[in-house]
């Protein structure tokens, strides 16, 4: 039995407050599809959204209600409801949503980013070209010296036989 509850990130304020303040969040994420906001309320709030495009792109009545549960908006969340079935995210497999950090904030340097809704499609990844697979090259045979050379040198020690004689 959990009597603290506690669920995600706090964002220092209590439970109903962390509550409402990210359904305002969602909801103008939606609405706009880009928000400026603090780093650590931006990555509390991405799971959520992706959920609720993830319940879009399945549209099910039971995914809508779970999806106006989390907005609190049923204009709000018809809106995404079609995007969704027109194929806005159809061909991508979460990862709705983007991060771009801006800099500390002037007054307290808290981290200012901007958050925004992914609406180009997905680029398939470029597979390197596959690695050249390492074979054994035989070692080259070793030359042995030619008759000539071999007639050259042994005149040399044909020489040194006659002079020991």
Do not use: C
Not at 28 to 36: G, M, P, S, T
Not at 51 to 56: D, E, R
Not at 92 to 108: A, C, E, Q, S, V
């Amino acid at each position: 039995m959990r009597h603290n509850k506690k669920k995600g990130m706090k964002l220092g304020t209590d439970a109903s407050h962390t509550k409402a303040m990210k359904k305002s969040l969602i909801r103008a994420l939606f609405e706009n599809d880009r928000i400026k906001t603090l780093d650590a309320r931006a990555k509390a709030i991405r799971g959520d959204v992706d959920k609720v495009i993830t319940w879009a792109k399945k549209g099910d009545i039971a995914s809508r209600r779970l999806a106006i549960a989390k907005v609190g908006d049923k204009d709000l969340v018809r809106e995404v409801f079609e995007k969704a079935s027109q194929g806005m995210w159809a061909d991508r497999n979460g990862g709705y949503t983007r991060i771009m950090k801006l800099g500390p904030r002037k007054g307290d340097a808290a981290e200012v980013v901007i958050m925004e809704l992914v609406t180009e499609p997905v680029q398939p990844k470029v597979k390197a070209a596959p690695k050249a697979t390492v074979t054994k090259v035989e070692e080259a045979p070793v030359e042995e010296p030619k008759a000539e050379e071999a007639a050259e040198e042994a005149p040399v020690e044909e020489t040194t036989e006659e002079s020991a004689e």
